[in-house]
């Protein structure tokens, strides 16, 4: 048990949604990047972008979204085939009961994705989430044409940093923060918080958490805080 914890932060791809995959090549993950791709029918565009990603070719996450994202509009992505690709992933088996009971013991919560904002405010709307950053949100104008794009740096470091400016704005030390994740991305901030939970993790992340769950219920979290 942790009692000094106060927040409880979330990745959101594959922890409080469930995606429908998993990815075991370096440096990606199973993320709701790839289900907006099969929407927009630019999949095999996406991978390419993500090889290349992987290779070394793009210095920082915010270039391959620009990449990606632009690629989505050249294919005249619409607000209704986004929105319905988010709005079909499910939440992940015991994600209401695990944030519902979270909130009942007094804790904050928060979601760090380098995922949509659109997937994020639905967490928010939907788990009750206190806090969410996330990494794009697309701009589509009134006839549903995808327009722009914003994007902040949450991957790797990006995500620690964004950890950071959330505590601090609470007054909260990093050892008074959890975090449940997946992914290899979740590594800086697995490093610096208090509790550091790997849920259905990738094994390069495994070995900076102190809670390992293999299981696909986010109630399991519920016994190590």
Same mark, same amino acid.
């Not at 290779?55 to 050249?74: A, C, D, P, Q, S």
């Not at 994740?181 to 790997?198: R, T």
């Given at each position: 048990?942790?009692?000094?914890?106060?927040?409880?932060?979330?990745?959101?791809?594959?922890?409080?949604?469930?995606?429908?995959?998993?990815?075991?090549?370096?440096?990606?993950?199973?993320?709701?990047?790839?289900?907006?791709?099969?929407?927009?029918?630019?999949?095999?565009?996406?991978?390419?972008?993500?090889?290349?990603?992987?290779?070394?070719?793009?210095?920082?996450?915010?270039?391959?979204?620009?990449?990606?994202?632009?690629?989505?509009?050249?294919?005249?992505?619409?607000?209704?085939?986004?929105?319905?690709?988010?709005?079909?992933?499910?939440?992940?088996?015991?994600?209401?009961?695990?944030?519902?009971?979270?909130?009942?013991?007094?804790?904050?919560?928060?979601?760090?994705?380098?995922?949509?904002?659109?997937?994020?405010?639905?967490?928010k709307l939907e788990l009750g989430i206190d806090y969410i950053v996330a990494a794009c949100d697309l701009v589509f104008d009134q006839k549903g044409r995808l327009i722009d794009w914003i994007f902040f740096p949450c991957d790797?470091?990006?995500?620690?940093?964004?950890?950071?400016?959330?505590?601090?704005?609470?007054?909260?030390?990093?050892?008074?923060?959890?975090?449940? !994740?997946?992914?290899?991305?979740?590594?800086?901030?697995?490093?610096? !918080?208090?509790?550091?939970?790997?849920?259905?993790?990738?094994?390069?992340?495994?070995?900076? !958490?102190?809670?390992?769950?293999?299981?696909?219920?986010?109630?399991?979290?519920?016994?190590?805080?």
């Amino acid at each position: 048990m942790h009692p000094k914890i106060k927040i409880v932060f979330f990745d959101m791809d594959g922890v409080l949604f469930d995606v429908g995959y998993f990815e075991h090549r370096q440096n990606v993950g199973a993320s709701s990047w790839k289900l907006v791709a099969e929407a927009a029918g630019t999949l095999e565009g996406e991978e390419k972008l993500k090889q290349r990603w992987i290779n070394g070719e793009m210095k920082h996450f915010i270039e391959w979204m620009n990449e990606t994202v632009k690629l989505y509009g050249r294919h005249n992505l619409t607000k209704d085939r986004f929105e319905g690709a988010l709005n079909a992933i499910p939440l992940m088996p015991g994600a209401k009961e695990a944030v519902a009971e979270l909130k009942r013991r007094g804790y904050i919560t928060a979601v760090i994705t380098g995922s949509f904002h659109h997937l994020a405010k639905r967490a928010k709307l939907e788990l009750g989430i206190d806090y969410i950053v996330a990494a794009c949100d697309l701009v589509f104008d009134q006839k549903g044409r995808l327009i722009d794009w914003i994007f902040f740096p949450c991957d790797y470091e990006g995500k620690a940093k964004f950890f950071e400016a959330i505590i601090a704005g609470l007054h909260i030390k990093p050892e008074e923060a959890a975090m449940v !994740c997946d992914g290899v991305n979740d590594i800086p901030i697995a490093k610096e !918080c208090g509790l550091a939970i790997a849920f259905n993790a990738r094994q390069e992340l495994k070995e900076h !958490c102190g809670v390992i769950i293999e299981k696909k219920d986010l109630r399991e979290i519920l016994k190590h805080l």
